[in-house]
């Protein structure tokens, strides 16, 4: 049921008024479930260290929150003894800062010391140092899980999101492409040996996705790799990662490979927007990449 529906509806006022209350005490939180995949599949711990790198508004560093705290589901979070309390906490960051407002107001309700937001660009975000008991003096942090959640055209939003049927343009991916990719590489070199890193767009485009992935596990030169989460959640609908793709230049021209891109273009479209080689997309796996399916109801909005 959307807010929409909610707010016009005198019968449902005494409802909406009820969730309000609700999610204002964090009792109740909504969310999509394509919003709840990632950081599901981050598989969170009570002593890990989690970097959300693009977190507002704030509804996934809130489920990273709820997973931290997931040893007593049986008190809240305020009534929890000291001995209870994790080990682990999330640092959330987000560029914007109006949006870090966002998520101040979305993480606040549930009351957890384990919740540090911060203010920066993600692309060179900065290190973390703590006191080490053992060694007697500060260490980088490494942490343990990683979700970048990157900016994105948001073509696959399209069902729902009418502004972007205004704005939307093919080359909206290309144009985010390198700011992508330089997220996960500054996500990379964060995260702990033998840590988990989630990567997630809301884009089909392969461009946003399969390109940024292999590029950036091609230069790792097998630091990282692609796990296979077949056996995760196994009841959604998913498909797997596509091989081959090609790129569109602004001014409507397909292009299969880079050595086919002249070089008034080359400025714009790069080699790590195309395909890797059939070699090196089968050593990568990118067949254990997935794309959630969304069933769409109804017509397309008008405009």
């Not at 007593?72 to 929890?80: C, E, I, R, T």
């Not at 990157?150 to 985010?176: A, F």
């Not at 996705?209 to 056996?231: C, F, R, Y």
Request: with cysteine.
């Amino acid at each position: 049921m959307s807010r929409k529906t909610l707010r016009k509806s005198s019968r449902l006022s005494q409802f909406h008024q009820f969730l309000i209350s609700e999610t204002e005490q964090g009792n109740i939180s909504r969310q999509e479930t394509v919003s709840l995949v990632p950081p599901l599949l981050l598989d969170v711990k009570p002593h890990h260290k989690v970097l959300d790198m693009c977190a507002a508004p704030g509804s996934k560093t809130a489920q990273i929150i709820e997973f931290l705290h997931a040893q007593d589901n049986s008190a809240p979070v305020d009534q929890l003894s000291s001995s209870a309390m994790p080990s682990g906490f999330v640092v959330a960051n987000d560029k914007d800062n109006k949006r870090c407002y966002m998520l101040v107001h979305q993480t606040k309700r549930l009351l957890s010391p384990c919740c540090i937001i911060t203010n920066e660009d993600a692309t060179i975000f900065p290190n973390f140092y703590l006191e080490s008991a053992t060694v007697g003096r500060k260490q980088k942090v490494q942490f343990d899980r990683i979700l970048c959640d990157v900016p994105c055209s948001g073509d696959g939003t399209l069902r729902k999101n009418l502004v972007l049927w205004k704005r939307w343009v093919p080359t909206l991916g290309t144009q985010m492409h390198k700011l992508q990719q330089r997220i996960l590489c500054r996500g990379i070199e964060m995260l702990a040996v033998g840590g988990r890193l989630v990567y997630s767009t809301c884009s089909l485009n392969p461009v946003e996705n399969e390109a940024v992935v292999a590029s950036v596990l091609k230069m790792s030169q097998g630091a990282m790799e692609l796990l296979d989460i077949s056996g995760e959640l196994t009841e959604l609908k998913r498909s797997g990662g596509v091989h081959m793709w090609k790129v569109m230049s602004k001014s409507g021209q397909w292009f299969s490979s880079y050595s086919d891109v002249p070089d008034s273009l080359k400025s714009h479209l790069l080699p790590s927007m195309f395909p890797l080689s059939s070699d090196d997309s089968t050593s990568y796996h990118l067949d254990r990449w997935y794309k959630l399916k969304v069933t769409l109801l109804g017509p397309p909005p008008r405009i």
